[in-house]
């Protein structure tokens, strides 16, 4: 393969080569693409260097991101001079063949790692650490990547809300034909159905209670799970959520905030007791004592989003889920534990709650807060 | 439509359009022109996308055919319709007209009952290529999305009772995205990729410049250095490039020669369009941005 427009012969040759060399760097150019930078270039803008970079951009990027890339691509190919190159002209065939199995990534010859590179990397949607960082125990996160993973989820989780949406709208059936009202709407027309009644479609019902742990033994989850908790607000009409950890405080008003950050400040000055000991069954008591007869009718979906080590009374945990179970739809419990190597629900609270889920699986990483997207939508 | 031979043309009239376009934009355009195929644009709400596709179907002095996406549009809203209500007045005064079925059939699924909609209207056009603007298409389901494919490399629409109807004139399709979430790659393999962003200083003053030529400079360097600022704060809703537009109108309808803290408590509301913001703002001191 061609690595530099100098090694070409003719205006054709070297744009071909140009779209070889940018889809072994990871652009999504096919081609379809090729042939219609051939036909751009017959239109007789490629005399401009600018105007022929543009067109090129325009035909080869998908993303704003991309565009970044393909300008640094775009140098290299056209720009270096011969000379400079002539002698490690074999050692960069070599280097091209290695990059083209593994993934895209720009750090070439002679183009240290700059700062910049670094920041698209970050931006690359689908890179490689993106990737990694979404499978990342959220406990184990440096300080860095905690910002980074923060605007990570903050798209990810909105994209999610947007499928559910989405998916939703396409369970509804567009309205069946009401055969009464259509006939007698219509009598005035002389019994001609001109205009058709269509049923009402029948509200949805989706309500969704969270319950949010946020002990100190989950310090290092509750900040992002509470920011999953606000997309699911997006999707869901009627959310409830709760913050326990020894009392249990509701925040649903709080979530109704449009800012996020807002809603998160108003959440951690009413839960005075964050970071504290947990009582999960005496805190599903007050639960069910105080909001149960508001809130567990119409089969709700219950999400319970905590570690199970509980250090309240025995037996109340079971007691109480038994209770919840018999008036939501489902229970699911996220247990970010569960992500860790040879975890089994030894824990007297996980133990006792066990029989009466659903759903039982992890929330230790983005990843696997993602899949319960899967989960939510049969809610 | 002039022959066009080269973008720089283009620039011009946009121009005097009033709508201020770079180079990489109007190569763009051209590419559109020329391979004829769809410009996909993408960028943040407010920048002037949708601006192009009307300033476009000026230049080349055709009809322009809007289709806006919506959560849930289907092929009726975006395609076709049967006009169910004339079909049932035609059947009755059919009774009694002695023509056979077949005839009768073909007379109520023939082309004087169809409702056009963009779609359809965009590729029955008799005398010359128009240009079809989609408008927000991240906003729509995938279903549609994928319906599109077909439209937009083949340029012909299916419907059962009557057969394929293929475009006379291909239209000129501008699609518009504001990347709430991903187009499909095999959508946007099929277009031309475009990246609106917000101008910088220097490119906003010239456009606010364009669309009210009556403002004073002082105004406007003020009026643009604070939506610049703006921009860079962490608010709900950034302003675009239409919003920086209505404040200036704004600021100069009610008389105000300079932008001051009285004239931005007064008139916040037009840059600024949610409660949290302008309380934000209003927090900070207007001061700050004057």
């Not at chain 1, 035909?59 to 691509?73: I, N, T």
């Not at chain 1, 369970?171 to 055969?179: N, S, V, W």
């Not at chain 2, 610049?228 to 105000?256: N, Y």
Request: with cysteine; proline share 3%.
């Amino acid at each position: 393969m061609k690595q530099q427009a100098f090694a070409t012969q003719s205006i054709t040759e070297s744009i071909v080569a140009f779209a070889q060399f940018v889809r072994s760097h990871g652009l999504n150019v096919g081609i379809q693409e090729t042939q219609d930078a051939l036909l751009a270039a017959d239109t007789g803008i490629m005399s401009n260097r600018d105007q022929m970079r543009f067109a090129l951009k325009s035909l080869f990027c998908q993303s704003p991101e991309e565009r970044l890339v393909f300008e640094k691509l775009f140098v290299l190919f056209w720009d270096t001079n011969p000379t400079d190159l002539e002698t490690r002209k074999n050692q960069t065939n070599i280097q091209g063949r290695v990059e083209q199995k593994t993934n895209p990534s720009l750090v070439m010859m002679g183009f240290g790692k700059t700062q910049d590179s670094e920041e698209e990397a970050k931006n690359m949607s689908g890179a490689n650490a993106t990737e990694r960082l979404k499978q990342t125990d959220l406990s184990k996160l440096s300080e860095m990547e905690a910002d980074w993973l923060e605007t990570i989820a903050a798209k990810l989780f909105k994209e999610m809300a947007l499928r559910l949406r989405r998916r939703m709208k396409n369970h509804q059936h567009k309205g069946l034909i009401h055969l009464r009202s259509t006939i007698r709407r219509n009598l005035s027309k002389g019994g001609e159905p001109i205009e058709l009644m269509r049923r009402a479609q029948k509200p949805s019902k989706q309500r969704l209670i969270v319950l949010l742990d946020i002990s100190g033994s989950m310090d290092k989850y509750s900040f992002l799970l509470l920011r999953f908790i606000c997309t699911l607000r997006d999707y869901f009409r009627q959310l409830e959520a709760f913050v326990f950890s020894t009392h249990l405080v509701r925040v649903s008003k709080a979530l109704k905030l449009t800012r996020i950050d807002d809603a998160l400040a108003l959440i951690s000055e009413h839960a005075h007791h964050w970071s504290s000991g947990t009582k999960i069954g005496d805190c599903l008591d007050q639960f069910t004592a105080k909001y149960g007869k508001q809130l567990l009718n119409g089969s709700p979906t219950i999400i319970i989003l905590s570690d199970g080590l509980d250090t309240g009374a025995p037996g109340l945990v079971e007691e109480q889920l038994r209770f919840m179970r018999h008036r939501s739809k489902r229970i699911v419990w996220l247990n970010p534990l569960k992500g860790m190597q040879g975890y089994a629900p030894e824990a007297r609270g996980m133990k006792e709650a066990m029989p009466h889920l659903d759903t039982f699986s992890s929330a230790h990483s983005l990843q696997s807060l993602l899949e319960l997207e899967n989960i939510l939508a049969n809610a | 439509m002039q022959a066009l031979q080269n973008p720089s043309e283009l620039i011009a009239f946009l121009d005097e359009h009033k709508y201020v376009a770079d180079e990489e934009l109007v190569t763009a355009l051209f590419l559109l022109l020329k391979l004829n195929k769809p410009l996909l644009l993408e960028g943040p709400p407010g920048v002037g996308k949708t601006e192009i596709a009307l300033v476009l179907a000026q230049w080349l002095d055709a009809p322009l055919i809007r289709l806006q996406c919506y959560e849930g549009l289907d092929v009726n809203a975006a395609v076709y319709e049967w006009n169910y209500q004339k079909q049932l007045l035609g059947i009755r005064l059919q009774e009694g007209s002695g023509m056979s079925l077949h005839e009768k059939e073909h007379h109520i699924f023939s082309d004087e009952y169809l409702l056009k909609r963009p779609l359809l209207q965009a590729i029955t056009q008799p005398f010359q290529s128009p240009v079809l603007l989609i408008d927000e298409l991240d906003r729509s389901d995938e279903e549609f999305e994928a319906f599109l494919l077909e439209l937009l490399s083949a340029f012909q629409i299916s419907i059962p009772e009557i057969g394929t109807i293929k475009a006379m004139h291909k239209p000129y399709v501008v699609l518009t995205s504001n990347r709430t979430r991903e187009l499909s790659d095999a959508l946007k393999r099929r277009c031309l990729y475009h990246w609106v962003d917000y101008p910088d200083l220097e490119k906003e003053m010239t456009i606010v410049k364009k669309r009210l030529p009556d403002i004073e400079n002082e105004l406007l360097q003020q009026v643009v250095h604070a939506v610049q600022h703006f921009r860079k704060r962490k608010l709900v809703k950034i302003p675009g490039i239409s919003e920086t537009i209505d404040w200036a109108q704004a600021l100069m309808t009610l008389g105000f020669r300079s932008l001051d803290s009285e004239a931005m408590e007064l008139t916040l509301g037009s840059i600024l369009k949610s409660v949290e913001d302008i309380r934000q703002v209003k927090e900070d001191g207007v001061e700050a941005f004057v």
